[in-house]
């Protein structure tokens, strides 16, 4: 994350989201569908050969795990403003395929190019009066065919927390409207290839964007199953399943302290 503004320094983000690493934990160990949705749209928004990614936000580093796990050609660097979530990632997801860093993107840890950049409810977070110094970087890591896949909460569920739930608003937070997507696209070269609205607990909670540098026309569609459908039951499945061994990876990784609570 870049720099902050004067209404927060970098060092109180750093701080703030240092304490957020036990929600994050609880997320991955119950399983967290806002999280999981916007995996899958990164996932499926990967080349299908080697490709190197970067996940900015990387929190806990489940998200940076799955999208080597998804094509074995893939390599990703997560880098995070929090030192504590860069910590745990690398106990818990750190390979040969997956790194993680401490960065607030301005510090020279990241070299690109990538061929696709990552922010899961990240972009918010980020104070408007930086977002050009970040484009101007995200326009140079962006490889010439490259994508930029962003998951936010959308204006109307920010505006809702303002008004009504302030407490569960993050050190910053900002309102993102289609029009500063497009604006984000035209910033870094890119097309808006795909804007949607995704209902989570709420119906119209979150938006998903993916910016492409080389829009496909004519390519097949990739559609994720439909809800209710055979495939999607068989998906809810699945991530049952994967719930039921992430209890004894963290207690292996990170030993008894870290479920307690959880």
Not at 229 to 255: K, N
Request: charged fraction near 25%; aromatic fraction near 8%; glycine fraction near 6%.
């Amino acid at each position: 994350m870049p720099e902050a503004t004067t209404t927060s320094s970098r060092e109180e983000i750093a701080d703030f989201y240092d304490t957020f690493n036990r929600r994050l934990i609880g997320d991955y160990l119950k399983g967290n569908p806002r999280i999981e949705e916007a995996i899958d749209l990164v996932k499926r928004s990967l080349p299908t050969g080697p490709a190197r990614v970067l996940d900015i936000g990387c929190g806990l580093g489940f998200s940076s795990h799955e999208y080597a796990l998804a094509h074995p050609g893939v390599e990703v660097l997560g880098v995070d403003i929090s030192p504590e979530n860069v910590r745990v990632a690398s106990a818990l997801f750190g390979s040969d395929r997956v790194r993680f860093e401490v960065s607030n993107l301005r510090d020279g840890v990241v070299e690109g190019p990538f061929d696709l950049i990552a922010m899961i409810d990240v972009h918010e977070h980020i104070p408007r009066d930086a977002w050009a110094e970040c484009h101007a970087s995200f326009r140079q890591w962006l490889a010439p065919s490259g994508a930029l896949v962003m998951t936010i909460p959308s204006p109307e569920h920010q505006r809702y927390l303002m008004e009504h739930e302030p407490e569960g608003l993050q050190v910053v937070d900002e309102i993102i409207t289609t029009q500063d997507i497009v604006g984000i696209a035209e910033s870094i070269d890119a097309t808006v290839a795909d804007l949607h609205y995704v209902n989570v607990w709420k119906r119209s909670m979150y938006v998903h964007a993916v910016l492409r540098r080389d829009l496909e026309y004519g390519a097949p569609a990739n559609r994720s199953p439909r809800k209710h459908s055979p495939a999607w039951f068989r998906r809810m499945a699945r991530r049952l399943m994967r719930r039921r061994s992430r209890r004894a990876h963290v207690l292996r990784a990170l030993g008894p302290e870290a479920l307690e609570g959880l």
